[in-house]
Each structure stands twice: as C-alpha cells, then as structure tokens.
C-alpha cells in the first residue's frame, strides 16, 4: 500500500515536471542564416525554440492587432528595447550563439516571455 501510494505520487510528480518541449517548426535556415519566428500577442509564442549555435540569427517577431504590452519588447542580451508596430513583422539581428547559449525576450513589464536555446 505504502509502495503503491509512492509509485503514484512520484507517477504525478513527473508529469507535472515534464520539462516543456523546445519547438523547431517556428525556425527556417536558408542563405546562411536561420530564422526565429515568435508570434507576439497576448504572449509570446512559442515560449521555448531550440535553434543552431554558430549562425547568423533573425529574430522575427510577428505582432498582428496587437495592442497588448507583448508589443513592447525587450531583448536584454542584445541591449534591445523597441515598440513593436501594432500590425507586421520586426527583424532583430542577432550574431551567432555559443552551443548551450540562450537569448530571451521579455516584454517591458517583465510579464511576458520567450527563450531561443542555442546548440
Ligand atoms: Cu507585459
């Protein structure tokens, strides 16, 4: 009983814990660089990318009616802070990322967020 009570609870702490699963679809490489697609709009999606260390890197973030404050964006790594347009795309130039680095958008008022994982 004490077995069977230990295997349940530690079944159910697993499954809260599964770590978030990185996305690879929102990125395309082409011409020697990659690009990193993030939707900004409520939040930023998807929160977690996992994109290739040691290239060239576009950060496109997308606003579409967006007039929440995802649109004030901040990339702290970068020294990057902008008011995004309320409708289109904005391209953030970024340099090539040491494996295992990890850039992060926040928006202004540190709410909202996403992270790019670099290897
Ligand atoms: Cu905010």
Not at 51 to 64: E, I, N, Y
Not at 80 to 107: F, H, K, N, S
Request: glycine content about 10%; some cysteine.
């Amino acid at each position: 009983m004490v077995i069977a009570i230990a295997i349940i609870g530690s079944a159910l702490y697993f499954a809260t814990k599964t770590p978030e699963v990185a996305s690879t679809n929102n990125v395309y490489e082409g011409h020697g660089q990659q690009i990193v697609e993030i939707t900004a709009k409520g939040k930023y999606a998807p929160h977690l990318t996992a994109a290739k260390a040691g290239m060239p890197t576009v950060l496109r973030v997308k606003t579409d009616g967006t007039y929440d404050c995802t649109s004030q964006l901040i990339v702290p790594s970068m020294g990057y802070r902008q008011a995004l347009p309320p409708t289109g795309m904005t391209d953030i130039q970024l340099e090539a990322q040491q494996p295992g680095a990890t850039v992060r958008g926040v928006c202004a008022m540190g709410m909202y967020n996403f992270e790019i994982k670099f290897n």
